[in-house]
Nanobody, 121 residues
Framework: QVQLVESGGGLVQAGGSLTLSCAAP????????MGWFRQSPGKEREFVAT????????SCAASVRGRFTISRGAAKNTVFLQMNSLKPEDTAVYYC??????????????WGQGTQVTVSS
């Protein structure tokens, strides 16, 4: 069982920056990826960014590309989401997730409780 611990959410003005952190101290090799998702009222949970432990590769959604960066932390099994040039549209609950192969197919297995990010205009 992988326990995800998120932190870094808060209130920031439009144009500002915020960095989220996710720690997964119990992660094993079978949990190959970690990522960030977000959800705002009335909307479906959407993909933000992912990080693959095997090769340090990353990916991000078009809506945040150029503004958000996902990276691994100095501590093992820790990832960050650096958010710059924040917009009110970025307001949401941000969730950390961890996943890997299940019966030969990738699946997100574990989810954090979420951290609120509010961007004021």
């Amino acid at each position: 069982q992988v326990q995800l611990v998120e932190s870094g959410g808060g209130l920031v003005q439009a144009g500002g920056s915020l960095t989220l952190s996710c720690a997964a101290p119990g992660r094993t090799e079978s949990t190959s990826m970690m990522g960030w998702f977000r959800q705002s009222p009335g909307k479906e949970r959407e993909f933000v960014a992912t990080f693959a432990w095997s090769d340090n590769s990353t990916s991000c959604a078009a809506s945040v590309r150029g503004r958000f960066t996902i990276s691994r932390g100095a501590a093992k099994n820790t990832v960050f989401l650096q958010m710059n040039s924040l917009k009110p549209e970025d307001t949401a609950v941000y969730y950390c997730a961890a996943g890997g192969l299940q019966v030969g197919k990738f699946a997100w297995k574990y989810w954090g409780q979420g951290t609120q990010v509010t961007v004021s205009s």
